[in-house]
């Protein structure tokens, strides 16, 4: 008997688009058996990095797109409207870098507040309820969106040499620092701390000063 499986970031997308990207191809397969029990396994690998790569930021794009339109209606603070709307002309890029690749990535978004993968669901109904109790709260959670998604972009920027790929993920790079940058100093000014997702000071610490650097 032979099973064919979609690689694991392929379960992630929505059924028939992942079908589709699979039986495109999309970067060629590796063929992977095992005679246990008589069975014969077949796993399609080597997905192009740049689509994937880009599907997955642009997700996590709306995640925080989705997350900061709401606190702007619950908190009334144009932080969280900018940050949004920052966030949508990034979802755009991505959009148009996914097109230009010829890419079968889906060009219909999704209503607010809903993903295909439910840990993103999941994660955005968590932080809705976090950053929906206070401003500082909401705060807390974009300085956290804007320090894992400025961390995301540089792992993937450092996978390609394509560069119209990497002068994209430097442009959502500086801007994810800009509205870390941003968040930060209104937690300061309001005598709130904000803890690094990533526990190292330093890192969030690094990205303020070349934000600073940015605005030089």
Same mark, same amino acid.
């Given at each position: 008997?032979?099973?064919?499986?979609?690689?694991?970031?392929?379960?992630?997308l929505?059924?028939?688009?992942?079908?589709?990207?699979?039986?495109?191809?999309?970067?060629?397969? #590796?063929?992977?058996s095992?005679?246990?029990?008589?069975?014969?396994?077949?796993?399609?690998?080597?997905?192009?990095?740049?689509?994937?790569?880009?599907?997955?930021?642009?997700? %996590?794009?709306?995640?925080?797109h989705d997350?900061?339109?709401?606190?702007?209606?619950? %908190?009334?603070?144009?932080?969280?409207?900018?940050?949004?709307?920052?966030?949508?002309?990034?979802? !755009?890029?991505?959009?148009?870098?996914?097109?230009?690749? !010829?890419?079968?990535?889906?060009?219909?978004?999704?209503?607010?507040?809903?993903?295909?993968?439910?840990?993103?669901?999941?994660?955005?109904?968590?932080?809705?309820?976090?950053?929906?109790?206070?401003?500082?709260?909401?705060?807390?959670?974009?300085?956290?969106?804007?320090?894992? !998604?400025?961390?995301?972009?540089?792992?993937?920027?450092?996978?390609?040499?394509?560069? !119209?790929?990497?002068?994209?993920?430097?442009?959502?790079?500086?801007?994810?620092?800009? %509205?870390?940058?941003?968040?930060?100093?209104?937690?300061?000014?309001?005598?709130? %701390?904000?803890?690094?997702?990533?526990?190292?000071?330093?890192?969030? #610490?690094?990205?303020?000063?070349?934000?600073?650097?940015?605005?030089?």
């Amino acid at each position: 008997m032979s099973v064919t499986r979609l690689p694991k970031r392929l379960s992630r997308l929505s059924p028939l688009f992942a079908v589709a990207l699979f039986a495109a191809g999309c970067g060629g397969t #590796q063929v992977v058996s095992s005679e246990g029990n008589g069975t014969k396994v077949t796993a399609a690998v080597g997905i192009e990095n740049v689509v994937f790569g880009a599907i997955e930021v642009r997700e %996590h794009q709306r995640l925080a797109h989705d997350l900061y339109d709401q606190f702007a209606r619950i %908190h009334v603070e144009q932080a969280f409207r900018l940050a949004r709307d920052a966030r949508r002309q990034n979802i !755009d890029s991505l959009g148009r870098l996914l097109r230009n690749r !010829d890419s079968f990535a889906p060009a219909a978004i999704l209503p607010r507040g809903e993903f295909d993968d439910p840990g993103l669901a999941a994660e955005y109904k968590r932080l809705l309820a976090i950053g929906s109790e206070s401003e500082a709260a909401a705060f807390r959670v974009g300085a956290l969106l804007e320090e894992r !998604d400025a961390a995301m972009v540089r792992g993937y920027g450092r996978e390609t040499a394509a560069s !119209d790929v990497t002068a994209l993920y430097s442009r959502l790079e500086r801007t994810n620092r800009a %509205h870390l940058s941003t968040f930060v100093t209104h937690l300061r000014t309001m005598g709130e %701390h904000y803890n690094p997702a990533t526990g190292r000071v330093t890192d969030v #610490q690094a990205m303020l000063e070349a934000q600073a650097e940015d605005k030089d």
